[in-house]
């Protein structure tokens, strides 16, 4: 842990010069926000109690210094905080909280993602390490297979849990379809599906899937394919920067009609964060909503769809698996498109959607 060397009252400011010499300069106001004593900060659940908009804009430290591993200040007016010299430390350089989980991605093609990332389901059911390392691939590839799965629903839902409770939707919670058309999508039939993100038509996307096949009888066909949606942005800022910046601003609309519900929701297949960061990875052409553009408009969008849709369904970038009984596949709804191609024969996949939130949280907590 680094320490203080040195600390310099300014008239709103205070200079906090570290044992390496990097000098940070925190606000007065900064440091009463973030105090942790119990009427500032919750101590158990750590949240903020204070009222910002109360505190003084012009608020000052009398005193200022450091006590057995805290910042103590007594304020102008009365009053003390105490603030760890732990925490500051995380806060020695200005910067906005990256809230993403510590895993670097690896963007694949078809060259690169074979063997197919996989955990043993014995090791993610008998012990928090195995969990964290299936997450990890997920994290780091955008899938991976739990092999070994009991082809049943109940084992399928409890390996679901090990990773966060299941999330709701117009399928239900945990789910299992074959093509009988129990609701109205193309999950239920047994025609080619594209590569695809699912909940195009929702605010808030669902994050992650879990498919398990736990039956295929007289297998035609049927393969799932799976293609890096991060891939394909970086590929197509690239090569098609004028594709990439459209599919990167302009808001698609998605929806669902059926079941009693219509749903819709737009975001750009490309969404970024503030910092400009790609976080999220969305396209299902079955469910685009249609809409009208003026024809030059128009004329871009569809150069822009094509661009990525060729891409998204090049072999050269997919995976390309009949998923077997035993293969429960998580793959992260957000980065990752996925597929099927059409098929006979008698196929009951199940599953769930679980939100992304969940997931990184079960892998930021560990192990
Ligand atoms: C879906 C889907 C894939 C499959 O249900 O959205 O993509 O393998 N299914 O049936
Ligand atoms: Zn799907």
Same mark, same amino acid.
């Given at each position: 842990?680094?320490?203080?060397?040195?600390?310099?009252?300014?008239?709103?400011?205070?200079?906090?010069?570290?044992?390496?010499?990097?000098?940070?300069?925190?606000?007065?106001?900064?440091?009463?926000?973030?105090?942790?004593?119990?009427?500032?900060?919750?101590?158990?659940?750590?949240?903020?109690?204070?009222?910002?908009?109360?505190?003084?804009?012009?608020?000052?430290?009398?005193?200022?210094?450091?006590?057995?591993?805290?910042?103590?200040?007594?304020?102008?007016? @009365? +009053?003390? %905080?105490?603030?760890?010299?732990? /925490?500051?430390?995380?806060?020695?350089?200005? =910067?906005?909280? !990256?809230?993403?989980?510590?895993?670097?991605?690896?963007?694949?093609?078809?060259?690169?993602?074979?063997?197919?990332?996989?955990?043993?389901?014995?090791?993610?059911?008998?012990?928090?390490?195995?969990?964290?390392?299936?997450?990890?691939?997920?994290?780091?590839?955008?899938?991976?297979?739990?092999?070994?799965?009991?082809?049943?629903?109940?084992?399928?839902?409890?390996?679901?849990?090990?990773?966060?409770?299941?999330?709701?939707?117009?399928?239900?919670?945990?789910?299992?379809?074959?093509?009988?058309?129990?609701?109205?999508?193309?999950?239920?039939?047994?025609?080619?599906?594209?590569?695809?993100?699912?909940?195009?038509?929702?605010?808030?996307?669902?994050?992650?899937?879990?498919?398990?096949?736990?039956?295929?009888?007289?297998?035609? @066909? +049927?393969? %799932?394919?799976?293609?890096?949606? /991060?891939?394909?942005?970086?590929?197509?800022? =690239?090569?098609? !920067?004028?594709?990439?910046?459209?599919?990167?601003?302009?808001?698609?609309?998605?929806?669902?009609?059926?079941?009693?519900?219509?749903?819709?929701?737009?975001?750009?297949?490309?969404?970024?964060?503030?910092?400009?960061?790609?976080?999220?990875?969305?396209?299902?052409?079955?469910?685009?909503?249609?809409?009208?553009?003026?024809?030059?408009?128009?004329?871009?969008?569809?150069?822009?769809?094509?661009?990525?849709?060729?891409?998204?369904?090049?072999?050269?970038?997919?995976?390309?698996?009949?998923?077997?009984?035993?293969?429960?596949?998580?793959?992260?709804?957000?980065?990752?498109?996925?597929?099927?191609?059409?098929?006979?024969?008698?196929?009951?996949?199940?599953?769930?959607?679980?939100?992304?939130?969940?997931?990184?949280?079960?892998?930021?907590?560990?192990?």
């Amino acid at each position: 842990m680094a320490s203080i060397r040195d600390l310099v009252p300014g008239t709103d400011t205070l200079d906090v010069t570290w044992d390496d010499g990097v000098t940070t300069t925190y606000l007065w106001l900064w440091l009463r926000d973030h105090s942790h004593d119990p009427e500032t900060l919750h101590p158990v659940s750590q949240q903020r109690l204070v009222f910002t908009a109360g505190v003084p804009a012009d608020i000052a430290g009398a005193r200022a210094e450091v006590v057995d591993g805290e910042l103590v200040v007594d304020w102008v007016g @009365g +009053g003390t %905080s105490r603030l760890p010299v732990a /925490f500051l430390e995380r806060f020695r350089v200005p =910067a906005t909280v !990256p809230t993403r989980v510590d895993v670097e991605r690896e963007l694949w093609d078809s060259t690169t993602i074979y063997p197919t990332p996989s955990v043993p389901y014995d090791e993610v059911m008998g012990s928090d390490e195995g969990t964290v390392r299936w997450l990890r691939e997920v994290a780091r590839w955008g899938f991976a297979l739990v092999t070994g799965t009991p082809a049943t629903t109940e084992a399928t839902e409890e390996l679901v849990k090990r990773v966060a409770y299941v999330r709701e939707s117009i399928f239900g919670g945990f789910w299992w379809f074959t093509a009988d058309l129990k609701h109205d999508d193309l999950a239920y039939t047994n025609t080619e599906l594209l590569a695809h993100t699912d909940g195009t038509y929702s605010h808030d996307g669902p994050g992650l899937q879990l498919l398990h096949c736990i039956e295929f009888l007289d297998p035609v @066909g +049927g393969d %799932s394919t799976m293609v890096d949606g /991060f891939r394909i942005a970086a590929e197509l800022k =690239a090569k098609n !920067p004028e594709a990439f910046e459209l599919l990167s601003s302009f808001s698609v609309p998605g929806q669902y009609i059926g079941d009693g519900a219509h749903l819709m929701s737009s975001r750009p297949v490309f969404r970024h964060d503030q910092t400009g960061e790609l976080v999220q990875v969305s396209f299902n052409n079955g469910d685009r909503a249609p809409f009208l553009l003026h024809p030059d408009e128009q004329r871009a969008f569809y150069d822009a769809l094509r661009a990525f849709e060729e891409l998204a369904n090049d072999e050269r970038l997919q995976w390309v698996h009949v998923l077997q009984p035993g293969e429960a596949m998580l793959f992260d709804n957000w980065r990752v498109l996925h597929g099927r191609k059409a098929y006979s024969g008698t196929r009951t996949l199940c599953g769930a959607y679980l939100n992304h939130e969940d997931f990184e949280s079960r892998l930021r907590r560990g192990v």
